[in-house]
């Protein structure tokens, strides 16, 4: 099979989760992404390495990838006929994108980027989005200090709040209750918060996501930079559920 040079396998080995085998694979670096929120963002998809993503979410393997994060749904027997996890809101849509990245990468359809040079050259002015699908704190945090050593920028998100490999500086903490974004705030940590309507915004702390459709999209993520972790100084942000599991959003 012909390598991609519209992707990268930047990690393959141990979750930090909790030690399953992951793969990291980067896309976008020659192709800008499709995606009309992020805009031309490198996409970066966490995978268990050796099971199918639809498999290992409906069977609640993809702890090794997205810890205990509560939108990954329930899991299901691997005798029900669900395709995915019961009461799933994670927006990522598995059978596309992420789907598609494992398939290529099973039949070798990417190279490997190793050591601190070929990160840092892979990711040199590029902005990138950390966990496209899964955690970054599921990441070794090398890894990420490489891939951004010569970025332009970059967005994270994680929902693993007691880890080594967590990185408040570099993804915004996913908080899902409004205590739990105001105790974080209170220790200098930025978060990110998904809530049901407007309403629930905390002024003076929090704004809307710029790219919202709430906002009118009135930009995309690659010009707006404000999901980027505590290391710059801003409001939290907020963003209202959508997708097909909004229903499912506490």
């Not at 393997?61 to 809101?89: F, Q, T």
Request: charged content about 25%; glycine content about 8%.
């Amino acid at each position: 099979m012909t390598k991609s040079k519209n992707g990268y396998i930047i990690y393959e080995g141990q979750s930090m989760i909790d030690g399953q085998e992951i793969v990291v694979i980067a896309t976008g670096l020659s192709n800008n992404s499709s995606n009309d929120k992020t805009g031309s963002m490198v996409q970066t998809w966490i995978l268990c390495k050796d099971i199918d993503p639809r498999e290992a979410n409906k069977l609640g393997l993809d702890y090794s990838i997205c810890g205990n994060c509560p939108l990954r749904g329930k899991a299901v027997d691997a005798s029900s006929d669900r395709k995915l996890a019961k009461d799933r809101a994670c927006y990522v849509a598995i059978y596309q994108a992420p789907l598609n990245v494992w398939k290529t990468y099973k039949k070798g359809g990417y190279d490997y980027a190793t050591g601190h040079d070929a990160l840092a050259l892979l990711g040199k002015d590029k902005l990138i989005r950390l966990g496209s699908y899964g955690d970054p704190s599921a990441v070794p945090s090398y890894i990420w200090d490489s891939f951004l050593a010569s970025a332009k920028g970059r967005t994270g998100y994680t929902h693993q709040h007691n880890l080594v490999s967590t990185r408040y500086d570099l993804c915004m903490k996913s908080a899902d209750t409004r205590e739990e974004a105001i105790a974080s705030w209170n220790e200098g940590i930025r978060t990110f918060r998904v809530i049901k309507n407007v309403d629930e915004v905390v002024k003076g702390k929090e704004i809307l996501c710029p790219a919202s459709a709430e906002m009118g999209r009135r930009t995309t993520c690659d010009d707006c930079k404000l999901c980027s972790g505590s290391s710059i100084n801003a409001k939290s942000i907020a963003i209202v559920s959508h997708g097909s599991g909004a229903k499912y959003v506490a």
